[in-house]
């Protein structure tokens, strides 16, 4: 196998996002709007709400693509013009494919909005091949509990597969193209080989602790091609077919793992909406003002 080894290491920007809440975010940024077929990457807070003061993203429509948003604290409520509506607590996902339009909002819960406290979570944002942009919306909305958990041998290794297959376990979202989202928390000297197809991009987040990333493990004595990648930073990682994220010491590292088939696509996006030509987007523009969006 080959290891990957990383091409480029990026920084995070504090934006406000929706209603006015703070994110970090590693791209869509000047100079790099995607990473095909990801589009946006959002580290929603971690942000300690007031009793009152907690805020989302009101009524807002998307087309052409999915979001899938990972609760890890907090609460927050959504509905949609589908009909459809819940809530998602710490650990659930909803992945949301937008496919021809919806209109959906994304708020805290009343009881959390009433109580304030700590909010925490992802949303990402995956492109549509162009067949499949304008499909019929589709939702999964998966609870915490029917995530698949795994934990190397060893105990030092946790990973929680949202989307593809790890350590032999395989997740139960279906994605239109092949896609791995995988939440990894190592323990100090903890370590892991995940493989990712060649071909397909691969990206890992930091957000708590350090990882080292590449090739040469420990103890391996290999070339040392490791790089240290810290929190609220994005390793983009060049091609190979696996990729080797160790935790040498202190607390627990959290690190999510993306990685997915490029469309190979043409990007047209503007706002929420993301196609593959601007005369497409129009359309969407158009659709959306005269209420046709949504089928
Ligand atoms: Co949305």
């Known amino acids: 196998m080959v290891a990957r080894t990383v091409s480029e290491v990026l920084p995070t920007e504090q934006k406000l996002e929706g209603g006015g809440f703070p994110v970090r975010r590693p791209f869509p940024i000047a100079g790099m709007s995607h990473i095909d077929p990801f589009l946006l990457l959002d580290e929603m807070g971690p942000v300690d709400w007031a009793p009152g003061a907690a805020i989302g993203a009101p009524e807002h429509p998307h087309r052409g693509f999915e979001t899938v948003t990972y609760v890890l604290q907090g609460e927050m409520e959504h509905a949609d013009s589908a009909g459809n509506s819940g809530k998602l607590s710490a650990g659930d996902v909803q992945w949301m494919t937008a496919g021809r339009g919806i209109i959906h909002s994304e708020l805290p819960s009343e009881e959390f909005l009433r109580t304030g406290g700590v909010m925490h979570g992802f949303q990402i944002w995956v492109n549509l091949p162009a067949k499949d942009k304008m499909m019929a919306p589709r939702y999964q909305d998966i609870q915490s ?83 240290e990648v810290g929190d609220g930073q994005l390793a983009v990682m060049g091609d190979g077919d696996s990729v080797e994220i160790s935790h040498f010491d202190g607390d627990v590292a959290e690190v999510l793992l993306l990685a997915g088939e490029p469309t190979g696509e043409p990007v047209a996006r503007y706002g929420p909406f993301v196609m593959n030509t601007q005369r497409e987007i129009m359309q969407a523009i158009n659709d959306f003002q005269n209420g046709t969006l949504v089928a």
């Open 145 to 227: 509990s029917e995530i698949p958990e795994v934990v190397s041998d060893d105990g030092l290794v946790k990973a929680r597969v949202i989307a593809g297959e790890c350590m032999g376990v395989s997740a139960v979202i279906d994605t239109m193209i092949p896609i791995s989202y995988i939440h990894f928390s190592l323990q100090p000297r903890g370590e892991i080989c995940q493989e990712i197809p060649s071909g397909q991009n691969c990206l890992l987040y930091c957000f708590a602790g350090a990882i080292s990333v590449g090739s040469g493990g420990s103890g391996s004595g290999g070339a040392a091609e490791q790089v």
